[in-house]
């Protein structure tokens, strides 16, 4: 449902400080998404057309880059700058401008806290109005180590204030119910951030503060205090990670999906899976995955950016990027199908065997240590042990076509660009540089020449014992 009337202000402008990096922290990778990514879907996912996100002037490009570029229905996206790191209270106050004129509720949320649900959002809503309340705020329980700032109440139960963590005297610091940050507020009422001072531990404006000047605050308690995350550090960014994995896992799950272990399994927030799809334990999905019905991944596969239809066959330690597998294709295991692979109906890559910019026809089948790269592949084709389609000259990569039905043999160099003709066939052990008719046996090898006895001299000559005079060993169980 379309709230066409509520704006959202998303407060990103956090440098990473104690992240310790260079990368903002809304951008550092979360399941697939940046941490920003989290909290404006949930915004989306609730209907909210209007957001504005607040950023730092050095990150504005990086952030604007990532989501302005994106399409996004009919979501309208603004970036405004916090010039100096004010305070929650001065980022809010420099979104100001920006929020339309028929804005009938504004909603805060932080974009640093990746965990916020749709359904909270919507929950928050419906409980503002239902209060009649001036400002309204989620809150949830946590223990008294916990250093997010503490909700204050009267002795009637009516909330008083807010009061952060270093501020808060040792009595507060002992109150258990907390801020998220996450508020819903009535527009008019944020004029009242100018009278919001700095008198606190770290001098900057604090937009909690505002609670105190509002005639009527409420606070809506949740049970999940895991949406109220925020992340500061390399820890908390990896406890969000396991929160979220978790939900991931059992969207997928419930929808029909079997992962065995699935504390052991990495799915990317992206990633879809068709009902009756099996995960076998350490893979990961990563990126824009897709998997039809009844196709397994056994363990330890490593899939990216790419399509699989239904009834592939995956198997253990295999890597697949930026490829597209038809139905009941079959990889592994140990194989490395590389960006631009295209497998075609039951094709088969076996163990060792890597694939980059290849096309794979029907019933095709390299089954064991090969490089396939460049080529264009028929369909019937066999592929033997021990292949090499020598792409690269050094300067520039060309391209090894081999057509329907051929057969090449084993430990053979095909040196692009070169044909394969239709049915032909190449002997063990070629290095072909010239096309092959359809039809034709291709064989391109040195002749091979015995010279008999010629092993006894060499021995002989080395001082070695010859094979006559070799005695077997005692391990030898009888089988000399």
């Known amino acids: 449902m379309s709230q066409r009337n509520v704006t959202a202000i998303v407060l990103a402008a956090g440098l990473s400080t104690r992240m310790k990096s260079k990368t903002p922290k809304v951008l550092h990778s979360l399941c ?10 949930a915004l989306k996912d609730a209907g909210i057309t209007q957001i504005i996100v607040v950023v730092h002037p050095l990150y504005k490009r990086e952030v604007g880059r990532f989501f302005g570029l994106r399409p996004q229905n009919d979501t309208t996206i603004t970036f405004v700058e916090q010039k100096k790191p004010l305070g929650t209270a001065d980022a809010v106050k420099t979104a100001l401008k920006k929020i339309p004129t028929h804005t009938k509720k504004v909603l805060i949320l932080c974009g640093d806290a990746p965990l916020i649900s749709s359904s909270t959002v919507k929950h928050l809503l419906q409980f503002h109005d239902h209060n009649k309340a001036d400002i309204s705020f989620v809150s949830a329980e946590f223990n008294s180590e916990s250093e997010l700032g503490r909700v204050v109440r009267s002795a009637e139960g009516k909330v008083e204030r807010i009061v952060e963590f270093r501020d808060a005297s040792v009595d507060q610091k002992n109150l258990t119910e907390v801020n998220s940050g996450f508020y819903c507020v009535e527009p008019a009422l944020l004029k009242k951030i100018s009278g919001v001072k700095n008198a606190n531990h770290k001098k900057e404006f604090y937009f909690t503060d505002l609670v105190s000047l509002i005639q009527k605050a409420c606070a809506l308690k949740i049970k999940n205090c895991e949406e109220i995350i925020g992340i500061n550090t390399r820890i908390d960014l990896e406890n969000a990670r396991k929160a979220l994995q978790k939900k991931i896992n059992q969207r997928h799950m419930l929808a029909g999906v079997t992962l065995i272990d699935a504390e052991s399994i990495l799915i990317d927030q992206q990633v879809h899976l068709d009902s009756d799809v099996t995960i076998y334990p350490g893979t990961y999905l990563k990126g824009t995955v897709s998997i039809g019905n009844s196709s397994i991944v056994e363990s330890h596969c490593f899939i ?5 239809a239904q009834n592939c066959h995956i198997k253990q330690g295999s890597i697949i990027e930026e490829s597209l597998l038809e139905e009941g294709a079959c990889v592994g295991p140990l194989a490395h199908l590389r960006p631009g692979t295209h497998l075609k109906q039951k094709a088969k890559i076996g163990n060792f065997v890597e694939l980059k910019k290849t096309v794979l026809g029907k019933n095709s089948k390299a089954n064991h240590l ?17 292949v090499i389609t020598c792409n690269y000259d050094g300067f520039a990569k060309h391209k090894t076509i081999i057509e329907d039905g051929a057969f090449v043999g084993s ?32 064989i391109a090898r040195g002749k091979q020449v015995n010279l008999e006895g010629y092993a006894k001299k060499i021995r002989n000559k080395m001082g070695k014992k010859t094979e006559e005079n070799i005695e077997p060993s005692k391990d030898c169980h009888g089988l000399q």
């Open 304 to 308: 990216s950016n790419s399509k699989l």
């Open 370 to 386: 090969a490089y396939l790269g460049d080529a264009l592949i028929g369909n019937d084709v066999n592929i033997g042990c021990g």
């Open 411 to 442: 430990d053979c160099q095909l040196v692009a660009p070169v044909r394969i003709g239709k049915g032909s066939y190449v002997g063990s052990g070629s290095t072909v540089t010239k096309n092959v008719p359809a039809g034709s046996l291709a």
């Open 32 to 41: 697939g998404q940046p941490v920003l990514f989290y909290p404006i879907k």
